[in-house]
């Protein structure tokens, strides 16, 4: 009975992990203001400033949210918070897909 419940659980946990997929398609829409500091392929053209391309998509959603709930505050956090303000829970998991997705 215990390796049913496991196998319903960790189931249950690979679905909802997909259900939670951004679009990457829309992704690629939304990204194009992300493209003036992180580049259009998502390698950064300001020195300092991070590259996107291939990050880890939950990475990506969790520092974004982070500057939207202004938890991160150093450096140039301000620009950051201020993108990440005007961007919707879909929109960052789709933009999290879109820098993921690429190789």
């Known amino acids: 009975m215990k390796k049913i419940t496991l196998g319903l659980v960790l189931g249950f946990g690979l679905l909802s992990g ?3 997929a ?8 939304k990204a194009a203001i992300c493209a003036a500091c992180h580049g259009a392929d998502g390698i950064a053209v300001i020195p300092g400033y991070p590259n ?14 982070a ?4 938890q991160r505050n150093g450096g140039l956090a301000a620009v950051m918070q201020a993108q990440a303000s005007m961007l ?7 933009l999290a897909a879109y820098y993921a997705s690429l190789k």
């Open 18 to 20: 997909n259900a939670l």
């Open 67 to 70: 500057y939207k709930t202004k």
């Open 22 to 29: 951004g679009d990457v398609a829309a992704g690629q829409a």
């Open 88 to 94: 919707s829970d879909e929109d960052i998991a789709n």
């Open 52 to 65: 996107l391309k291939g990050q880890n998509e939950q990475y990506l959603v969790s520092s974004i949210n």
